[in-house]
């Protein structure tokens, strides 16, 4: 289950590009067939053992029956249960992950595809992150870099004086459920920095996050003529 980088993960290497390597913290569990972190699989192999013929079969072995106790591992070799909140963080981190997927699937505007996608990759390192306690992925370039696609995508809109509902077209709610996981993630964060040291960075990651989502959903909105949808104060005071 340890990793020497992106490349190295259940994914297109050819799709990734890398800035850095760190070594491997140890070679996995002589009886893991699959990497056990079932809520956020990742693959590593020694270079000695880094063949096509054992990634294949490692990547066809999916049903490994190690979790049936209700536990699973890490990649520091340990195991928790499936309910922990270090694996709740994981999982939240691979539903944020997978609800982006469904947006991406839309016709979207090449810029908002280009950020995105960017994001799913980095959500896929913070939660390789999450699985080795005391390794950091997500830094504070991650950080800046969201903030300023925050201000560049929201440049271009017209300043909110009323609240909004998470509606308009079916991409834009696509993205405000994206956000709403996101804060749940960010809440399983800051749940798990109460027993464990949890990288701040990483946290501030998906607080930024969330806001780019906001302002995304109203970029997609605007993308296809359509307005915002605002919360109607009167409405409830005529009830």
């Given at each position: 289950?340890?990793y020497?980088s992106?490349?190295d993960?259940?994914t297109n290497?050819?799709?990734?590009t890398i800035?850095?390597?760190?070594p491997?913290l140890g070679?996995?569990?002589a009886?893991a067939?699959l990497?056990?972190?079932?809520?956020?699989?990742?693959?590593?192999?020694?270079?000695?053992?880094?063949?096509?013929?054992?990634?294949?079969?490692?990547?066809?072995?999916?049903?490994?029956?190690?979790g049936d106790?209700g536990t699973?591992?890490?990649?520091?070799?340990?195991?928790?249960?499936?309910?922990?909140?270090?694996i709740?963080?994981?999982?939240?981190?691979d539903e944020?992950?997978s609800n982006?997927?469904l947006?991406?699937a839309?016709?979207?505007?090449?810029?908002v595809?280009?950020c995105?996608t960017?994001?799913?990759?980095?959500?896929?390192d913070?939660?390789?992150?999450?699985?080795?306690p005391g390794?950091d992925a997500v830094?504070?370039a991650?950080?800046e870099?969201?903030?300023?696609?925050v201000?560049?995508?929201n440049?271009d809109l017209r300043p909110?004086?009323?609240?909004?509902l998470?509606a308009?077209?079916?991409?834009?709610?696509?993205?405000?459920v994206?956000r709403?996981v996101?804060?749940?993630?960010?809440?399983?964060?800051?749940?798990?920095a109460?027993?464990?040291a949890v990288?701040e960075?990483?946290?501030?990651?998906?607080?930024?996050?969330s806001?780019?989502m906001f302002?995304?959903?109203?970029?997609?909105?605007?993308?296809?003529?359509?307005?915002d949808?605002l919360?109607?104060?009167?409405?409830?005071d005529?009830g």
């Amino acid at each position: 289950m340890l990793y020497e980088s992106r490349s190295d993960m259940v994914t297109n290497p050819s799709e990734n590009t890398i800035a850095s390597e760190r070594p491997i913290l140890g070679d996995p569990p002589a009886d893991a067939g699959l990497p056990q972190c079932s809520e956020f699989t990742m693959l590593a192999l020694p270079d000695s053992r880094r063949t096509p013929a054992a990634m294949g079969h490692r990547l066809s072995k999916i049903v490994t029956r190690t979790g049936d106790a209700g536990t699973t591992g890490l990649g520091d070799g340990s195991r928790v249960a499936k309910d922990s909140p270090r694996i709740e963080a994981i999982g939240a981190v691979d539903e944020l992950n997978s609800n982006l997927g469904l947006l991406l699937a839309e016709d979207l505007p090449h810029a908002v595809v280009a950020c995105l996608t960017d994001v799913q990759h980095d959500l896929f390192d913070l939660g390789g992150e999450l699985s080795i306690p005391g390794y950091d992925a997500v830094s504070d370039a991650h950080v800046e870099r969201l903030e300023s696609a925050v201000e560049r995508f929201n440049a271009d809109l017209r300043p909110l004086k009323e609240f909004i509902l998470p509606a308009g077209t079916r991409a834009a709610s696509l993205a405000h459920v994206a956000r709403t996981v996101c804060r749940r993630a960010e809440r399983a964060l800051v749940r798990l920095a109460q027993t464990d040291a949890v990288n701040e960075p990483a946290r501030k990651y998906l607080n930024r996050l969330s806001d780019l989502m906001f302002v995304l959903a109203r970029v997609l909105n605007r993308s296809a003529e359509r307005e915002d949808v605002l919360w109607r104060k009167e409405r409830r005071d005529a009830g």
